[in-house]
């Protein structure tokens, strides 16, 4: 059987392996997809034994993302845009890395939540590794505007800065600003900060969400509750993030089989399951 894995640290909670189960099960493919916890300093050493054990492809998790990117010999476009990899594939004896991180939130917006991005004005908040991971597919699903607000001013000047070109290719405009001072209002806003798991406040305010605007945290269960609750409160409409994680594993999936599975289905049976 062709052997997968996600691959960090924590890895317990991941719902990787029963996605790709699921995803297996559904289109008749034959794999055997697992996880490894990585200790913190032995990633380089645990993708080369997987691969050397005959692994395909494997997922990475945090906080090996960038490790993962820097590992690689050849990257995707999206993959060196976010300087992050959530895959890495053996092929002909080089390891591609890819992100499918991004490709996996804009399909979970527009087809999953029925929000189409392209026109909209979109705020993006957070400027770390999550936020990285999307920016560059967010572009390229033609929004009118995005602009990349963060705690920290620089961090988002240099995420803007990286896909400059991308926004001007698609005529998308794209600015950076200061989370204090934002004061226009959005149809998209997308949670990408860590300010849930650290306890922190809602990072922005509430005048900046349009009427009915979709209010997106990209992580799920617990995490989101605060921000899916504010946003509920405000009139905007609450999403979280377990589409995205669903989306970005078929994305990976079809990569790897070649095949895409029943993303929807698969969706609505891990939203039974985690309620
Ligand atoms: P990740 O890989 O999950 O994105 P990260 O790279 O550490 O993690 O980035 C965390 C993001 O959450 C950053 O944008 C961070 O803002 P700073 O760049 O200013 O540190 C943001 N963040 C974390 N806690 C926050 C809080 N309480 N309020 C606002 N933003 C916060």
Redesign the pocket.
């Known amino acids: 059987m062709d052997l997968y894995c996600v691959m960090g640290n924590p890895i317990h909670h991941s719902k990787s392996p029963w996605i790709h189960a699921r995803f297996a099960e559904l289109t008749g493919q034959s794999l055997h997809y697992g996880s490894r916890l990585i200790p913190p300093n032995g990633f380089a050493a645990e993708v080369k034994a997987f691969f050397s054990e005959g692994g395909h492809g494997c997922n990475i998790t ?1 906080p090996f ?1 960038f490790e993962a990117a820097a590992l690689a010999n050849h990257h995707s476009q999206r993959a060196t845009l976010a300087t992050a990899a959530n895959m890495l594939t053996l092929q002909g004896g080089k390891l591609m890395a890819d992100n499918t991180d991004g490709a996996g939130l804009v399909k979970d917006i527009e087809y999953n939540a029925g929000v189409q991005l392209r026109g909209s004005h979109l705020l993006l908040i ?7 991971g999307v920016l560059g597919p967010l572009l390229l699903a033609g929004p009118a505007s995005i602009t990349v607000a ?3 001013l620089a ?1 988002a000047g240099d995420l803007v800065a990286r896909h400059a070109a991308l926004a001007a290719q698609q005529r998308t405009e794209l600015r950076a600003q200061d ?1 204090q001072t934002l004061t226009s209002t959005f149809d998209v806003l997308i949670n ?4 849930s798991l ?1 306890g ?2 809602i ?1 922005v305010a509430a005048s900046t969400l349009k009427p009915g605007a979709l209010a997106y945290d990209m992580m799920y269960g617990s995490a989101a509750q605060g921000f899916m609750n504010w946003a509920q409160e405000h009139g905007a409409r609450p999403r979280d993030g377990l589409g995205m994680l669903v989306e970005q594993a078929a994305e990976a999936f079809m990569i790897w089989r070649g095949i895409r599975p029943p993303a929807q289905q698969v969706l609505a049976e891990l939203r039974r399951l985690v309620a």
């Open positions: 945090v993302k957070g400027a770390g590794g999550a936020a990285a963060n705690r920290t961090k989370l990408a900060t860590a300010s650290t922190g406040a990072p």
